[in-house]
């Protein structure tokens, strides 16, 4: 399933992001999803937790796939 998540300022980090959408409970356990390669960005595993989310993005976690959109 697509899911939509808009981005109410210039970007999300993907920790931030994850917590967001809850799929992490907390900053250290988005740390730890990103870091054991369960996330994906575009289709690619992102390892970077900071990585910047600007819109336009598909992220993978959990068999959800979520489009960033930006709010501008």
Do not use: P
């Not at 931030?16 to 690619?44: C, I, N, P, Q, Y």
């Amino acid at each position: 399933m697509n899911k939509v998540f808009e981005v109410r300022g210039d970007y999300i980090t993907l920790d931030a992001f994850l917590k967001a959408t809850g799929a992490a409970d907390s900053g250290a356990h988005a740390k730890e999803r990103v870091l054991a390669g369960d996330v994906k960005v575009d289709g690619e595993v992102e390892l970077r937790r900071g990585r910047k989310l600007r819109g336009g993005e598909t992220v993978e976690v959990d068999a959800e796939r979520w489009t960033v959109k930006s709010a501008g």
